[in-house]
T-cell receptor, first 112, second 115 residues
Framework: AQSVTQPDIHITVSEGASLELRCNYS??????LFWYVQSPGQGLQLLLK??????LVQGIKGFEAEFKRSQSSFNLRKPSVHWSDAAEYFC??????????FGKGTKLTVNP | DTEVTQTPKHLVMGMTNKKSLKCEQH?????MYWYKQKAKKPPELMFV???????INESVPSRFSPECPNSSLLNLHLHALQPEDSALYLC??????????????FGQGTRLTVV
């Protein structure tokens, strides 16, 4: 069965600083990988996804993520964080079924 | 239209009540999902419908009863809930069941409070 680990529960960055959120997955083959963002009390919005091909994927809102098979990682990055990026970020993995498994999430706080 | 619409947005119900949550999508997606999310936790899968048939039930208590009347609608019928069932209930849909590459689109959720 697939699983996801997000090692950082809470990250605080200053506005304009760069950001990297970590995600490690466990799955026997190449999984399908996703990053979602959730504002308080809201649903989840897909930021980006990796299925195959180029290991650096671009998403919405200036986010990107890099798939590294050797490290079983799919870290999310943004060069310059905006105050509106403050939210909860979830990494998710999907194996051979319809089941999407989420990590525990990383809460991002952005200081002015 | 890339929206998944959930109603109601908020629901307060007593432990003896019967209520239903509704979810609708018009993207032609053939897989629909119910997730439960407690505060400060990730979403947890409850049910998956593929081509209007229940394909995954994650050992959810029978007080939660899903229904998929057609390919655009998904309901979650609630009966005799407990206070610990209070949570955000999220509906999602994806294009093609079994194609793991199809990303899920989520609704805004129903905030359920059981009193």
């Amino acid at each position: 069965a697939q699983s996801v680990t997000q090692p950082d529960i809470h990250i605080t960055v200053s506005e304009g600083a760069s950001l990297e959120l970590r995600c490690n997955y466990s799955y026997g083959a190449t999984p399908y990988l996703f990053w979602y963002v959730q504002s308080p009390g809201q649903g989840l919005q897909l930021l980006l996804k990796y299925f195959s091909g180029d290991t650096l994927v671009q998403g919405i809102k200036g986010f990107e993520a890099e798939f590294k098979r050797s490290q079983s990682s799919f870290n999310l990055r943004k060069p310059s964080v905006h105050w509106s990026d403050a939210a909860e970020y979830f990494c998710a993995v999907q194996g051979g079924s319809e089941k999407l498994v989420f990590g525990k999430g990383t809460k991002l706080t952005v200081n002015p | 239209d890339t929206e998944v619409t959930q109603t109601p947005k908020h629901l307060v119900m007593g432990m003896t009540n019967k209520k239903s949550l509704k979810c609708e999508q018009h993207m032609g997606h053939r897989a629909m999902y119910w997730y439960k999310q407690k505060a400060k936790k990730p979403p947890e899968l409850m049910f998956v419908y593929s081509y209007e048939k229940l394909s995954i039930n994650e050992s959810v208590p029978s007080r939660f009863s899903p229904e998929c009347p057609n390919s655009s609608l998904l309901n979650l019928h609630l009966h005799a809930l407990q206070p610990e069932d209070s949570a955000l209930y999220l509906c999602a849909s994806s294009q093609d069941p079994g194609q793991g590459s199809a990303e899920a689109f989520f609704g805004q959720g129903t905030r359920l409070t059981v009193v």
